[in-house]
């Protein structure tokens, strides 16, 4: 999608999913430890969204 837009309307889209992927990486972590594979689950999520974070941030900085 990002072919069709301006770099003016990019930046700030890629800005506010960053901002909502780094609120959800603090709720996630705010969860008390848990055991067995909910555990699993919730050290997932927290890697998918640093993937997330750190790829949207690579995608800003290549806007230039």
Known sequence: FLDWL???ERRPLLE???QKAQ???EQVRAI???TG???LVFRHQVRHLQAEIAWLDEVIT???
């Open 23 to 25: 609120a959800r990486l």
């Open 37 to 39: 594979s909910l555990g």
């Open 6 to 8: 301006t770099p003016q």
């Open 32 to 34: 008390p430890a848990h």
């Open 62 to 64: 290549g806007l230039g």
């Open 16 to 18: 506010a999913q960053k």
